[in-house]
């Protein structure tokens, strides 16, 4: 317990937590190795100019595989705690990044302070939040990868988001900031607020690179509501709906 509220405590003040050696190596090589089944197969949604190849069913299609990643054991206690049993899964969504890859800074709750306003307009509406469980299956070492954040960067709303976005000038601002660098290894886990500026990429373009992306949510999330994935079927999608994890209640 005195682990989980430290964990917790650091999720709320850095608005990220790294998680060392959330799968074992026989998950993370079961799974890395269905991710590149999955494109040899040809599953993927695309490839988009920053060089993110992405798959949205392999959930579906596999769920033996796949599913275990969904409120895994090593992620299950913090979400759980935050989230209880309100926890949703709203997208699952794995990665490769073939190539060149330099991701665009983007939140993946691109509404948060949108919602976050509205909300206070309303005596009865509640704030939606939302939170990333990103696996990692390489070693993300130095000179090799990296995911980065904006320092602080889920305690005040960026500029340049409304009333329309402007990329470029989000962007700049994302660069201009003072960053937070991780290394996620092989195995390894990253739980962030999905509101939180940041970016992942390869600094070496030929290493092998791939993840697997758990967006979790707390409703209201009305349709409309601004998110980088859409969101999955209800029925289903909550992980402690009957199962709560090992020693929480
Ligand atoms: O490490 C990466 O490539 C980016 C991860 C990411 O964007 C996410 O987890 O939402």
């Given at each position: 317990?005195?682990?989980?509220?430290?964990?917790?405590?650091?999720?709320?003040?850095?608005?990220?937590?790294?998680?060392?050696?959330?799968l074992?190596?026989?998950e993370t090589?079961e799974v890395r190795s269905r991710i590149f089944h999955a494109?040899?197969?040809?599953w993927?949604?695309?490839?988009?100019?920053?060089?993110?190849?992405?798959f949205d069913t392999l959930l579906d299609r596999e769920p033996g595989i796949f599913g275990p990643l969904v409120g895994h054991?090593?992620?299950?206690?913090?979400?759980?705690?935050?989230?209880?049993?309100?926890?949703?899964l709203?997208s699952f969504r794995a990665h490769?990044?073939?190539?060149?890859?330099?991701?665009?800074?983007?939140?993946?709750?691109?509404?948060?302070?949108?919602?976050?306003?509205?909300?206070?307009?309303?005596?009865?509406?509640?704030?939606?939040?939302?939170?990333?469980t990103t696996f990692?299956f390489?070693?993300?070492?130095?000179?090799?990868?990296?995911?980065?954040?904006?320092?602080?960067?889920?305690?005040?709303?960026?500029?340049?988001?409304?009333?329309?976005?402007?990329?470029?000038?989000?962007?700049?601002?994302?660069?201009?900031?003072?960053?937070?660098?991780?290394?996620?290894?092989?195995?390894?886990?990253?739980?962030?607020?999905?509101?939180?500026?940041?970016?992942?990429?390869?600094?070496?373009?030929?290493?092998?690179?791939c993840n697997v992306v758990c967006?979790?949510?707390?409703?209201?999330?009305?349709?409309?509501?601004?998110?980088?994935?859409?969101?999955r079927?209800?029925?289903g999608?909550?992980p402690?709906?009957?199962?709560?994890?090992?020693?929480?209640?």
């Open positions: 317990m005195d682990d989980l509220n430290v964990k917790l405590d650091q999720l709320e003040r850095d608005g990220f937590v790294l998680i060392k050696g959330a074992s190596p026989e090589e494109r040899e197969q040809g993927e949604e695309g490839l988009n100019a920053v060089g993110n190849m992405w054991p090593s992620v299950a206690p913090l979400l759980y705690a935050m989230m209880g049993k309100q926890c949703q709203r490769i990044n073939p190539g060149a890859y330099t991701q665009e800074w983007h939140m993946d709750f691109y509404g948060y302070w949108n919602e976050k306003r509205e909300t206070e307009k309303r005596r009865l509406a509640v704030q939606p939040s939302s939170v990333n990692y390489q070693d993300n070492v130095a000179g090799q990868g990296h995911l980065r954040f904006v320092k602080n960067g889920h305690l005040s709303e960026p500029p340049h988001l409304y009333p329309r976005i402007e990329h470029e000038a989000f962007e700049k601002w994302c660069y201009a900031q003072e960053h937070v660098v991780l290394h996620p290894m092989a195995g390894d886990a990253v739980v962030f607020l999905s509101h939180i500026p940041h970016q992942g990429a390869k600094e070496d373009d030929d290493m092998e690179r967006h979790f949510q707390t409703c209201p999330m009305y349709e409309g509501v601004w998110y980088v994935s859409s969101p079927p209800f029925k999608s909550f402690f709906h009957k199962t709560v994890p090992a020693g929480m209640d």
